[in-house]
């Protein structure tokens, strides 16, 4: 398939892209890795008289810590992720979830900037992102502003992004001594969306679970928080049966589509597994 026609644009600059977002409206779309984005102009769902590429920015790409936080720039790739220290010493359930992303072509052009902002319940990033309480950095005409990963997604698709607003960077707050995290995915093949996954974030003291984050990946119409998994862990010391009973608040809130992935009822018990699995890895990996 072939795209309809499309004038494309390349701004060297966070003002420029933002200056032709309003100068062009809804007739244009943010062009990233382009992983999402071009397969459904090629079939035609959907259509754009202008493309804007940012890829020349080199603004949005780099990670850094700063005050207690790590930024990521949006347009930072997928290998990027899992080739970071900096991550992976501070943050990392990112480059555990970017393990099962696609494959390695597509990670080293796909961003995730662009998987987060896509709005896709099928994306990895989302999930990890609310078990994370990350914030997300928009920059429009008006300045920057900060939205918190839980109200950033608000249906497929759909997100807090503003038609004149760029997702410029992905702040996350690093996790204290004692924190664990794993993210546990099913999936038919390499490259295949989640049939259902699991990203959980524990911060021990001893044997008590101080805080938990969980987000659970393609079960709703967005990624969706765990906030009642996340009370049953929070303050507790976690056994079998607490998890448990985490695994069944989690499935209380999924509501799947059915495809050939599996029916409803199949990927709500996979998101279970998925979270009890993601638990016991965490815990594992917070008492070292």
Partial sequence: ???????????????????LLGQYGDDAKLLAGGHSLLPMMKLRFAEFEHLIDINRIDELRG??????WLRIGAMTTENDL???????????LIPQATEW???PQVRNCGTIGGDVAHGDPGNDHPAVMLALEAEMVLQGPDGE?????????????????????????????????????????????TGDFATAAAAVCLQ???????????????????????????KVLSGRKIDEAL????????MAICDPAEDLRGDREYKTAMAGEMTRRAIRQALARARG
């Fill in 63 to 68: 990670i850094r810590e700063e005050k207690g």
């Fill in 204 to 230: 021990m003291d001893g044997d008590t679970c101080r805080k938990a984050g969980i987000g659970l990946t393609n079960v709703g119409q967005t990624a969706l928080k765990a906030a009642d998994a996340e």
């Fill in 82 to 92: 899992l080739a970071s220290d900096l991550l992976r010493e501070k943050c990392p």
């Fill in 101 to 103: 992303i696609a494959d």
């Fill in 145 to 189: 502003r900060t939205v918190p990963a839980d109200g950033f997604f608000l249906g497929t698709y759909f997100t807090e992004i503003g038609e004149d607003e760029i997702l410029t960077a992905i702040r996350v707050p690093v996790g204290p001594p004692g924190s664990g995290s794993a993210y546990c995915k099913l999936k038919r093949k």
């Fill in 243 to 250: 998890i448990e009973q985490a695994a069944q608040a989690a």
């Fill in 1 to 19: 398939m072939i795209p309809g026609r499309f004038e494309y644009h390349a701004p060297a600059s966070v003002d420029e892209a933002i200056a």
